[in-house]
């Protein structure tokens, strides 16, 4: 029997401080998901500093 998996796909927006403060704050409901696959995606003028946090 095959083990059920799990793949996250995600695309941030992040272009402004106020973004990126949420999107922070909204990282602690989902860091510990336990996901075979993240994708993400990240544009927006704050990409780098998401990228980095």
């Known amino acids: 029997m095959n083990t059920p998996t799990l793949t996250i796909f995600a695309n941030f927006r992040i272009n402004n401080e106020e973004r990126y403060q949420r999107m922070k704050d909204s990282f602690e409901s989902f860091k510990d ?7 993400i995606n990240v544009r927006g003028s704050y990409k780098l500093k998401t990228i980095f946090f």
């Open 33 to 39: 998901i336990k996901a075979q696959k993240w994708v």
